[in-house]
């Protein structure tokens, strides 16, 4: 060690504190302020949410137990016409579970279609890329609503309009994420299948499909939950299924919350049940992957 | 290797090819088994006679145009000029469309050559290419007329009501009324109401022209009639778009901010108790499976329609999403970097604060600026039931199934507003946690 090397040290150990006390404080600051935002974007927005209600929130809190009450009461007087009720509308929960599979299975196809065309390196036309991407952000920016109630202006009520709506928002939501995986996909056995001379679509089916499927599959069993909460609210606004059971029990009042009830177990039971297969089948897909 | 152990790996190939086999044509087999199954229960075949292509129609050309009502009230004889048949869009007293012209007879030109002319005395003659004039009179509730009997599809007659639908226009005859329908593309009056003062000004005198109205700046007058705008509503659609946006952000994060300290208590890691755990755990299960849907219905009657409850409802399924995920993101936390900070004496709570939270905050953003932009659309349509933000302004405005323009119009602020989101909580992804590539 040098002389000069000594004599600077102790200056050098200086600057470097103080330049760090001035970066903690900065990043301090920074940090405070970012809280402060948030607090106050936060308070005020409680506050004109709470404005704009037309209950206010603290009138309303101690209220919140009191329908699921008077619902819960109601069913457990009539329990014993609950198993009935419950058998009653085990065609609207069918209905629901179908609409939500039936259109992850659409959705899932035309996200598959879509996140292949829109994929670096995979694409058929690699021009075209951005336009399949963006018919995909289009797709999947709309949400399902919007376009349920459009069809059930056209086509009547009923599933159809729920099972199109949610197909659609379905593709493009996966088709993004499809188009992640495929992104690492990688590209040796494409370049195998393309040297025998097989097509476009061949080297997709053959050479991307089995290294992406695991993946694939987890996503769209992911969305398989998503959509069977979607096909019960669509059925809220005319769609079809259980939740539009679940208005007009609703609509009826005291007197028919036993029904409301029977349809409030069913619903939950599916959601959960559906939230475990699929969770624990998504477990299994991606544990296999990493051997 | 002998040939023992051939035949052994040659068999194993062999069920392994069957079984290829049999999933290769097994699986598209089921799902189109399934599909038929669909096509049936879902009653396909008779959607073509449920579906409505009038309907489509007047949703396609509605969403792209506006039609002005020339209504003759055969009562009182009086003729209203209106866009779309509202009050709020009546032309003021004395003004009228150019293509209506004369005092006593008045005169309708629809365009092509389609003439309507309301006579006095409730009669009206219809001009229309290749069809000899047709002359209307209205007595009473009855109409009688010079129609022949057999009518192309496009004319409905009895003696009530006529119905004649042309390219140019539509006119509708009663006892009681008069009507034509006159179409023109575009979103009428969607700057200025027809009693605006800056109604058919062009934007550049209203920027340098001189001053239109002596009450007010051009400019300030411009803005404030336009904002104020009764047909088109915009400081309700601005309002509505901001409830939106407020319901998913303050869903988002309250939900992210309760379901933090609860991750802990449901993670192995930091909660030792067993029975504490589980019940978290359970808890989260539960708001999660009784789902948004449930959550609105019962938080509108506790909290009435409105933002707060969407946002509630938001926040209270949110809870048990976050909760899950952030338990699990807990749990994968390096155990060194506590180690560490422990070793300087940190206590517990130190040591969460920065031992813990800097591991996990990258995957929590990460998650809770997802949700953000996926509960953006989420509030558009717990809106829609609740009764708060632009999903309520969309569905009222279909369920009057006539203004598809409106409906056009808040279809497409809804779709930038989810892509805004989108691009927001994607750029703040950016700042906060750096790139992916």
């Known amino acids: 060690m040098s002389d000069a090397a000594l004599g600077s040290a102790p200056q050098g150990i200086d600057t470097i504190q103080s330049s760090y006390m001035a970066q903690v404080q900065r990043r301090r600051l920074y940090g405070g302020l970012t809280l402060l935002i948030f607090v106050i974007l936060m308070a005020s927005g409680f506050n004109i949410a709470d404005d704009r209600n037309a209950g206010g929130f603290w009138d309303g809190l101690h209220q919140i137990g009191d329908y699921p009450a008077e619902v819960l009461t109601e069913a457990w007087e009539k329990r014993a016409d609950l198993p009935a009720l419950i058998l009653k509308y085990v065609p609207a929960l069918v209905e629901t579970v179908n609409i939500a599979a039936v259109s992850t299975l659409i959705g899932g196809m035309g996200g598959l279609v879509l996140s292949l065309l829109g994929t670096r390196g995979l694409a058929k036309w690699p021009r075209l890329i951005p336009l399949f991407r963006r018919i995909s952000d289009i797709m999947r920016a709309v949400p399902e609503i919007v376009i349920a109630l459009m069809l059930i202006f056209v086509l009547g009520g009923g599933p159809v309009p729920a099972m199109i709506a949610i197909a659609i ?26 040297s025998t001379g097989a097509t476009w679509s061949q080297r997709m089916v053959l050479g991307v499909l089995p290294q992406v499927a695991p993946n694939y599959i987890s996503y769209a069993l992911l969305r398989f939950e998503i959509n069977i909460r979607a096909s019960a609210i669509l059925g809220f606004v005319g769609a079809g299924g259980l939740g539009y059971e679940l208005r007009n029990a609703m609509a009826w009042g005291p007197g028919r919350f036993d029904e409301a009830g029977a349809i409030f177990i069913l619903l939950f039971g599916t959601i959960v049940f559906f939230d475990q297969v699929s969770s624990r089948y998504r477990n299994r897909l991606t544990e296999g992957q990493g051997q | ?42 009653d396909l075949p008779g959607l073509a006679q449920r579906a409505n292509l009038d309907n489509a129609i007047t949703l396609a050309s509605d969403s792209w145009s506006h039609k002005v009502h020339v209504t003759r009230d055969n009562r009182s004889g009086d003729i209203t000029y209106a866009v779309e048949g509202e009050r709020k869009g009546t032309y003021p007293d004395g003004q009228r469309p150019a293509w209506v012209s004369g005092d006593e007879v008045i005169t309708i030109a629809l365009g092509g050559e389609h003439v309507v002319r309301y006579l006095p005395d409730n009669r009206t003659e219809i001009e229309i290419p290749g069809l000899p004039l047709i002359d209307v009179q209205a007595e009473g509730r009855k109409l009688t007329s010079n129609l022949p009997q057999d009518l192309p599809d496009w004319i409905s007659a009895s003696s009530r009501r006529i119905s004649i639908t042309t390219p140019e226009g539509r006119i509708t005859l009663t006892g009681a009324r008069t009507e034509v329908f006159n179409y023109f593309p575009g979103w009428e009056l969607f700057w200025f109401t027809l009693d605006s003062p800056y109604h058919g000004q062009s934007l550049g005198t209203i920027l340098f022209g001189d001053r239109i109205d002596p009450a007010r700046g051009n400019i300030p007058g411009a803005v404030s009639d336009w904002w104020n705008n009764a047909m088109w509503r915009h400081k309700d659609v601005v309002w509505a778009i901001g409830e939106t946006i407020l319901m998913a952000f303050l869903g988002t994060m309250g939900a992210a901010l309760i379901a933090l300290p609860l991750a802990f208590l449901a993670a192995k890691r930091f909660s030792p108790i067993m029975l504490l755990r589980a019940a978290t755990r359970r808890l989260f299960d539960f708001v999660r499976g009784v789902d948004a849907l449930i959550w609105t219905v019962v938080l509108a009657r506790a909290f009435g329609p409105g933002p707060l409850t969407g946002a509630l409802a938001i926040l209270i399924t949110d809870t048990g999403t976050f909760g899950k995920i952030f338990s699990e993101a807990l749990e994968n936390v390096d155990q060194k970097q506590i180690e560490g900070v422990s070793s300087t004496g940190a206590k517990p709570l130190q040591r969460y604060r920065f031992g813990v939270i800097p591991q996990v905050v990258p995957v929590l953003l990460a998650q809770i600026l997802y949700f953000l932009e996926s509960n953006t659309r989420s509030a558009t349509i717990i809106g829609a039931i609740t009764g708060g933000g632009i999903g309520l302004m969309l569905t009222q405005a279909i369920q009057t199934q006539k203004d598809w323009e409106e409906v056009a119009y808040y279809i497409m602020l809804i779709i930038a507003m989810v892509m805004f989101m989108d691009w927001v909580s994607g750029w703040l992804r950016g700042k906060m946690i750096g790139r992916k590539d």
Request: without cysteine.
């Open chain 2, 1 to 42: 290797m002998t040939t023992a152990d051939l035949t052994l790996t040659k068999q194993e190939a062999d069920t392994l090819f069957r079984r290829k086999r049999l999933m290769a044509f097994g699986i598209p087999g089921v799902v189109t088994l399934y599909l038929a199954y669909i096509f049936f229960a879902f």
């Open chain 1, 169 to 194: 928002h379905t593709a493009g939501a996966l088709g993004k994420m499809f188009s992640e995986v495929a992104e690492n996909a990688d590209l040796k056995p494409v370049e195998g299948l393309a």
